[in-house]
């Protein structure tokens, strides 16, 4: 069970360039989302999609786009990326448990550094 | 003021020792907390998860909720070295998690 995917796991970039974070699930969950995690602010949720063919932003939105490209897939673009960006970034999507509670499964994070 | 408060830490206990983790939130619509372990260099995975207010016990763990009060813990008994990681607490009424900063812990052998 490989659960939630994300590549690359590493990647370095100079100000200014792009790229895009590929992520990808197989639990057959409807909604997925993209966070950063920063020393001592915790996970901040940038972008999440609920359902296949939909987007909303989240708490950090700025300088990001995203794609749900299918309800396996989730992508999240940095079209110029700058130092702040510089994070580590963690894909999740969500299931319902039994008992009603939604959960969240995370892969296992892509380090960015922007210099 | 964030939606979700909690003591960065670090906390570092000697193996067997209790440790005690505690979140307070804002938001009383919030119905599922949950805890969530991050080993270094790893993503977060669910640990357990309360629905409303109560206890829950999973071998040597034990969330509380404490909604009137709205403040949530965590119990490690019998702490081990292999527990040393980074516990996050969530919590939410829908589709989307509030997250606590995270405290680092370390249980030293």
Avoid at chain 2, 37 to 45: A, D, I, L, T, V
Avoid at chain 2, 54 to 64: C, L
Wanted: charged fraction near 15%.
């Amino acid at each position: 069970n490989a659960g939630v995917t994300q590549t690359p796991k590493f990647q370095v970039l100079k100000t200014g360039q792009s790229m895009t974070l590929q992520c990808a699930q197989d639990m057959n969950h409807n909604s997925m989302y993209w966070y950063r995690q920063d020393p001592g602010m915790g996970l901040r949720l940038i972008y999440y999609s609920a359902s296949e063919g939909t987007t909303d932003k989240g708490e950090v939105p700025n300088g990001y786009n995203v794609s749900r490209l299918n309800k396996r897939e989730f992508s999240l673009r940095l079209e110029s990326a700058a130092p702040s960006q510089t994070s580590v970034y963690f894909c999740a999507s969500m299931g319902t448990e039994f008992s009603g509670a939604n959960v969240l499964t995370f892969g296992a994070g892509s380090r960015l550094t922007v210099l | 003021q964030k939606e979700v408060e909690q003591d960065p830490g670090p906390l570092s206990v000697p193996e067997g020792a209790i440790v005690s983790l505690n979140c307070t939130y804002s938001n009383s619509a919030f119905q599922y907390f949950m805890w969530y372990r991050q080993y270094s260099r790893k993503g977060p995975e669910l640990l357990m998860y309360t629905y409303s207010s109560g206890n829950k016990e999973d071998g040597r763990f034990t969330a509380q909720v404490d909604k009137s009060s709205k403040y949530i813990s965590l119990f490690i008994r019998d702490s081990q070295p292999s527990d040393s990681a980074t516990y996050l607490c969530a919590m939410n009424g829908g589709y989307k998690l509030s997250f606590g900063a995270g405290t680092t812990v370390t249980v030293r052998a």
